[in-house]
């Protein structure tokens, strides 16, 4: 078993920096207009020649209502009507991506995502898994991993029921803070039991696995009123929990000007949250995968960790990053072999580009040599804490430290400060680095000069 990560106040303050995820490398940032639609049907085409299994992501991005902190890319809207067109050209974008893969191809992995994917109606979700079952190979045995995204507020006992009739076996379910004052500074109220009864329900169906999202750092929350909401979730015993640092971009993200600053939690403050939060799961059972994540110890992703098959993809850690993943709806992220790229994120650009019979491709990008490389190194690094040079030098046929040789004295810095050991053949992420991850991977960032660092979250 890894190691328990090590809190250290001193690292964190000083290793505390903006940079990226990491969700892929190099990062959706580096995106461009000179990716089309060539480009994914090439890559499409090598897919089928492959015969790639594969994950498709599905983006319904309709919300009722709002929440001031969301950075996601949504509609809010009451008019339910506004759905049926959306599917209609997301069903001709299915058709048009399909047509150019192997019919033999296996979706080991699916997940809908949003915005509120349950704003569908009961019709309308049966309608899209429909088509979905028609031009992809969907598995029936329930042994794929087909997960989506549940607003309790928006799911009751007969939602989870045609979740699971239509494949499902999977479910996160967002519910950020139980304090109601933190509810009310974000415009999300829901209640312990809504969210309770979303859970009894997925367990009573025999959902494969539960997951919770919180986040730490919205107005009003304090260290021990977030304590509170851990130890309620900690009773509900979600398979995964995913503790967010919310970053508070308001320039970036319009509906984050709805909430005062001045109710925000001191940096101080969110460190104490997280801190609690660690001791609070770690003492509950909980293992820390990385990068927000944390699961029971017989879950798929600590399991996978355990025996350094872990993976990251743009749906974050994962069993299935070598799957071709295609991203179907407007804004969806798709990455197939070294291609990247992504559907135009405005609603309707998207939908009348299909309305012409195109698929909305407007930006994406295709790995180089060097590319390869450092997302090799740092889906090492962030997925199992430990990077061994000889594989990356079986790989691509290099001399690691020929290669980084220029990052040397970076790394040396990290040793010498305590993140991870360096030695001669590896590089270890050392307990008190872990929480840092990214802030070791950002040494092995080829492009991360080339940014202003507002643009990203901060690595605690």
């Known amino acids: 078993m890894l190691d ?3 809190w250290d106040t001193d690292l964190i303050r000083r290793y505390d920096l903006a940079g990226p995820r990491y969700t892929s490398y190099p990062t959706a940032m580096q995106f461009d207009g000179q990716v089309g639609t060539f480009d994914l049907f090439h890559a499409l085409r090598d897919s089928r020649k492959a015969l790639r299994p594969l994950s498709l992501y599905v983006h319904v991005p309709f919300c009722a209502n709002i929440c001031y902190y969301c950075a996601c890319n949504k509609v809010i809207t009451k008019d339910r009507g506004r759905a049926q067109p959306y599917l209609q050209r997301l ?3 299915i058709q048009l991506i399909a047509c150019h893969l192997d019919p033999t191809q296996k979706v080991e992995q699916l997940h809908f995502g949003g915005g509120t994917p349950t704003f569908l109606s009961h019709d309308e979700l049966r309608q899209l898994m429909a088509q979905l079952r028609k031009h992809f190979n969907l598995l029936d045995d329930d042994s794929g991993d087909y997960g989506i995204e ?7 006992w007969s939602t989870m029921g045609l979740l699971r009739e239509l494949g499902f076996n999977r479910v996160s379910i967002g519910l950020q803070d139980l304090d109601p004052a933190v509810q009310r500074a974000v415009n999300r109220l829901q209640s312990l039991e809504e969210t309770r009864a979303v859970i009894d329900a997925a367990r009573t169906l025999q959902f494969r696995s539960i997951n919770i999202d919180l986040i730490y750092g919205l107005p009003k929350q304090t260290p021990e009123n977030f304590a509170r909401t851990v130890d309620e979730v900690i009773a509900l015993q979600p398979d995964r929990l995913s503790v967010f640092n919310y970053a508070h971009l308001p320039e970036r993200f319009l509906p984050q000007r709805r909430i005062n600053s001045n109710e925000l939690p001191t940096p101080a403050q969110k460190l104490e949250m997280l801190q609690r939060t ?3 799961l770690t003492a509950a059972g909980y293992r820390y995968i990385g990068m927000d994540h944390f699961a029971l110890p017989d879950d798929e992703l600590a399991i996978a960790q355990e025996e350094s098959t872990l993976q ?6 994962t069993t299935h990053g070598h799957c071709d993943l295609i991203g179907l709806g407007v804004s969806a992220i798709s990455q197939i072999g070294d291609l990247y790229c992504q559907n135009n994120s405005d609603l309707s650009q998207y939908q009348s580009a299909l309305a012409s019979a195109q698929l909305a491709t407007s930006r994406g990008l295709v790995c180089n040599a060097d590319d390869r490389v450092r997302r090799a190194v740092i889906q090492q690094l962030i997925c199992t804490f430990n990077l061994e040079f000889s594989a990356i030098e079986q790989t691509f046929n290099i001399d ?9 004295p970076q790394l040396q810095t990290l040793a010498d400060d305590g993140l991870i050991t360096l030695d ?7 307990p008190a680095g872990r929480l840092l991850v990214r802030s070791v991977c950002m040494v092995f960032d080829a492009y991360l000069q080339q940014h202003n660092n507002q643009r ?3 690595v605690i």
Do not use: C, H, K, M
């Open 91 to 93: 069903e001709q974008e």
């Open 150 to 156: 549940i607003d309790p507020r928006e799911a009751d």
């Open 312 to 317: 990251r993809n743009f749906q974050g850690y």
């Open 278 to 280: 660690i001791e609070q």
């Open 4 to 6: 328990a990560i090590r």
């Open 456 to 458: 990203f979250s901060r």
């Open 400 to 408: 690691f430290r020929g290669y980084f040789g220029e990052l040397w």
């Open 424 to 430: 001669n053949d590896r590089i270890t992420v050392l």
